[in-house]
Nanobody
Framework: VQLQASGGGLVQAGGSLRLSCAAS????????MAWFRQAPGKEREFAAGISWSGISTFYADSVKGRFTISRENAKNTVYLQMDGLKPEDTAVYYC????????????????????WGQGTLVTVSS
């Protein structure tokens, strides 16, 4: 599957952005999806994940209550709604996909995902 992330940009602290990740292929509903992010000089970290059905969602503590992950399987797209943005949210955001299921405690592990998008830059000014 090929992933194309979009929606990044420059926003002031407290603002909102919505990232989108469009996937190619006809079996998008079979993929677990996630968003990771990498800030300058830091390692890539998990932000949010969603099960193939969309019923189960998982968040890093740093974004819980501010970010919402969702998916539209009919459109082969996963979203990340980011509200209450902070300067520390500045990073390149990557969407990732895994064929098949993941036990919930493994969503945050980047090695569990086989496919990655190219990333979209989010910059939050103070």
């Amino acid at each position: 599957v090929q992933l194309q992330a979009s929606g990044g940009g420059l926003v002031q602290a407290g603002g909102s952005l919505r990232l989108s990740c469009a996937a190619s292929g006809r079996t998008f509903s079979n993929y677990v999806m996630a968003w990771f992010r990498q800030a300058p000089g830091k390692e890539r970290e998990f932000a949010a994940g969603i099960s193939w059905s969309g019923i189960s969602t998982f968040y890093a503590d740093s974004v819980k209550g501010r970010f919402t992950i969702s998916r539209e399987n009919a459109k082969n797209t996963v979203y990340l709604q980011m509200d209450g943005l902070k300067p520390e949210d500045t990073a390149v955001y990557y969407c990732a996909a895994r064929a098949g299921s993941i036990f919930q405690t493994y969503y945050h592990i980047s090695e569990m995902y086989q496919y990655w998008g190219q990333g979209t830059l989010v910059t939050v000014s103070s």
